[in-house]
Nanobody, 124 residues
Framework: QVQLVESGGGLVQAGGSLRLSCAASGRTFSSWSMGWFRQAPGQEREFVAAISRSGGTADYADPVKGRFTISRDNAKNTVYLQMNSLKPEDTAVYYC?????????????????WGQGTQVTVSS
């Protein structure tokens, strides 16, 4: 069992930055690849970024590539999402999730545990 708690969301102007954190319970954090997803009102949940168990491999959705960076600190049981050059279309609830696979999937159904989400609002 893994419990995930996101933090760091908020209101920011377009062009600004936010850093999301996701703290995981348990002593096996390094056994899980991790992902970030987001869901805007009236939209389906979509993949944002994923990182492998070791942190050596990362994957990004095209809309965030070059602006967002996923990282993890296995000693702190935490995964991060650094979001720069934010746009109004980045407004959504952001969720972190844990995947038993090695590299982190783009498919939400492959994730085993989810956090409660943190709201990110980008004003124009």
């Amino acid at each position: 069992q893994v419990q995930l708690v996101e933090s760091g969301g908020g209101l920011v102007q377009a062009g600004g930055s936010l850093r999301l954190s996701c703290a995981a319970s348990g002593r096996t954090f390094s056994s899980w690849s991790m992902g970030w997803f987001r869901q805007a009102p009236g939209q389906e949940r979509e993949f944002v970024a994923a990182i492998s168990r070791s942190g050596g491999t990362a994957d990004y959705a095209d809309p965030v590539k070059g602006r967002f960076t996923i990282s993890r600190d296995n000693a702190k049981n935490t995964v991060y999402l650094q979001m720069n050059s934010l746009k109004p279309e980045d407004t959504a609830v952001y969720y972190c999730a844990a995947d038993r696979g090695s590299y982190g999937s783009r498919w939400s159904h492959e994730y085993d545990f989810w956090g409660q989400g943190t709201q990110v609002t980008v004003s124009s």
